[in-house]
Structures are given as structure tokens and as C-alpha cells.
């Protein structure tokens, strides 16, 4: 089985900040909220962890890891889509043609394409989706959309698919 977790609440996530791969740590909220998943998910055992390496995310696969024992093994390909200029602003002071025009045109920006990060996630996921472990992926919200989009045949990445709260666990596999 393979289950999706997305890391614990951020200043940045409440203040409705573009984070990217900028290392915002987990605030008191989000620490509690990986406590929480860490109790929710004492009933299943994973045998391996994977996490992106930004604090957030590895800080709640390390509290969700403190029962379980798991190995666990910080991913590149786990991090979130990087937004280049974009990175620390509040996404909800922009204009929606502004957002469109940064996923239309990353490079504009200095940041990743979504076909990019589609491209690395599902390279991670495809090393691990046959697995016979019982393997847990602590993640972000744009490492979500894009094995949502993969998993479910959807042809295009898009910003405004289906997203995940934080410390949210989701059955993939």
C-alpha cells in the first residue's frame, strides 16, 4: 500500500504565501498537525518513509515516523514545484492572469514548469508503485496535484486541480 501525506501547516501556508523551495519550517499548528497524523496512522505500519527534504516536509515524516520506525529516505524529486520570483509572495494579491502567467510561462519567473515537476514525481513514484512495502510519502501540495493527475490519467497538470489539506493522509495505491 502506498499512502500520501502533505506536510503540516507553515506561517507561509496561513498567510497564503507561494513557498516553493523555500525551507519554511512547520508552525505550532503544524506540529500538532503531524502529531495528530503520527496517532491517526499508529494503526498501519509502514516500512518506508519518503519525504522531500524542505523542513516542513521532513519534520512531519520525522513526527509520523517517532511510532513506526520506518526507514526513511529524503527525496529531491519529493520537493515542491520551485516558483523562482514568485517563491515568498502572496498568491492571493495577484490577479488571475498573473497566476495563469506564471504556470504558462515559468521560465518568465525563473521557475519550474509543471511539466517538469510532473516529470520527476512520476519518475519517483513509478521506482516505488510496484512495491510490496507499505510505504508512506510526506510531501506538498503541487507533489499531490501531480501524482493525482498520473494516477488518475488526467493529461495535463493544472494549478487549480484537486488539492490536499495540510497533514492530510491519502490512500494512492
Partial sequence: MIYFIRHGET????????QGHLDIPLNEVGI?????????LAGFVFDE???SPLSRAKKTAEIINEKQGAVLVLDD??????????????????TEDEIKDLHENPKK???ESS??????????????EDSDKNILIV?????????YRYLNGIDEYHFEMKGIKNATA????
Avoid at 511539466?115 to 516505488?128: D, G, S, Y
Fill in 11 to 18: 506561517d507561509y501556508n496561513k498567510e497564503h504565501r507561494y
Fill in 77 to 94: 524529486r519529493l520537493k515542491e514545484i520551485y516558483g523562482g520570483t514568485s517563491q515568498g509572495q502572496r498568491l492571493s494579491d495577484w
Fill in 115 to 128: 511539466a517538469a515537476l510532473c516529470a520527476r514525481v512520476e519518475e519517483f513514484f513509478k521506482e516505488i
Fill in 170 to 173: 491519502v490512500f494512492l495505491k
Fill in 109 to 111: 519567473f525563473g521557475a
Fill in 139 to 147: 510531501a506538498h501540495g503541487g507533489v499531490y496535484r501531480a501524482l
Fill in 49 to 51: 518513509i519518503y519525504s
Fill in 32 to 40: 500538532k498537525q503531524a502529531e495528530n497524523a503520527r496517532d491517526e
